[in-house]
């Protein structure tokens, strides 16, 4: 339920650990000015030692940019808080402008974390924030959108990124600005009817009764995709397995489960996984392959991943369509989606290109039993190898091979935004592929509870 009360009754940031410090999001709205003002209370109160720095993106957008930036600097210098002002530099994109600005200012904020050593990025996104996200997933028919955003989000892998105000209302973070004599700034952007987000905000006005269903629908859906999650993650640590790099194998019981639900929710993850795309494929589409795979010799392709149903299981591999050729081989890459790849010297004047069924034939025959050796092959096949003038030189990160690169697989739908509630089944994957092991968000484990990215 969102918080109407007065805001000070609610512990707002006692469950989080601040031991790695924080970056505060601050763009000088209300919302993450309220955001500054209520963490500095609670550090000093309870956590003086925290590191605190508050950053501002200047998005170079407005011509009022870079003077809302230096009105926060002089709020932060008034408070004692250090503060960084961080500009999106390069071209702007003419079309898709506010999605190109959200992408780049995490990019920009996780950046300044990591460069100052700190494990996590607060934002000040607010109830209101939220029953407009699930308004706006409404309109699009997002079913696992509904969910809207999560309270903890992993970044990249390392930065997470915290909403504590994530069940207060925006008026009452204004109330408690007016009360403190402190202003803020009103971006433009926020009422221009030009963009989605404001026109849906206008829509939803102070309508309390569809804000309260909004937010219930938000947090009814975030329960549900994490139980489908952890019910599809458990098929995935029972049934799956990696017979060879780049293959996946599921046991035949996998079509006949009794949750057929959690196979299909595994099987579009999986297929996303294996094809290197970020978002899952269409739920309907994904359904009706999956009752197909039921039947022996059927083979279909869906997000760029070969779905082969065979008497010793269900297989899924990248097709070898619309792979990355001859991409220069620079330290920390990620290829096609599926590996984040680094490379030492040795591989100057390199390129990496599919390894191809060449090179995969010169490959002694290692298939693990039950694996058919033609899907063993063609998924190496699609592997990333390093060639230099034509020649193979071999895979990247290949066992027993000199060492002049590593390719860490990554699981797309989950390498950019983890939102907390699908923690388990990223965890899931990332076992079953040989990923980066997905580290726990910085909440305070208190005895008798169990932290989660949700609460
Ligand atoms: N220019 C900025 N500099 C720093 N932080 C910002 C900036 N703009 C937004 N933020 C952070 O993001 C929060 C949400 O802002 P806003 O609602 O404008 O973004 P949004 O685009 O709706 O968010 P999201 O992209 O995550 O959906 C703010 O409370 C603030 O913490």
Redesign the pocket.
Known sequence: MAHIGPLSEHPLFSHIDFGQGAV????G?S??TA?LVLLKDHLDRSVPSARLLA?????GLRPDSIAEAQEVARLCARLGIAHRIVVWEGAKPSTGL?AAA?EA??RL?ADAARHAGLGMV????TAD?QAE?VLMRQARDQGRGLAG?APATLFDGDIWILRPLLAERRDALRTLLRARGLGWID?PT?VDGRFE?PRLRTALGSDGRRFDELFAIAGKAAAEREYLGRRAARLIDVHASRPTRGLIRLDPVFANTDDPAASIYALRVLLAVVGGISFLPDEERATVLFHRLKGLGHRATLSRTVADSRRSGIFLRRETRGLPTDMPAVSDTVWDGRYRITFNDAARDCVIAPFGQMAAKTFADETVSGTPSSLFYAALATEPALWRDGTCLGLVGEAGKPTVGAALPIASPFARFLPGFDLGLARAVAKLIGGAVVGEPPLVVRRGAKATANA
Not at 55 to 59: A, F, K, L, M
Not at 122 to 125: A, I, Q, R, S
């Open positions: 505060a999001a601050v763009s709205g919302d993450s955001l950053v501002t993106v200047d998005h506010p959200r200012r995490y904020l607060l934002t000040g996104h924030d996200t955003m971006d926020n987000r």
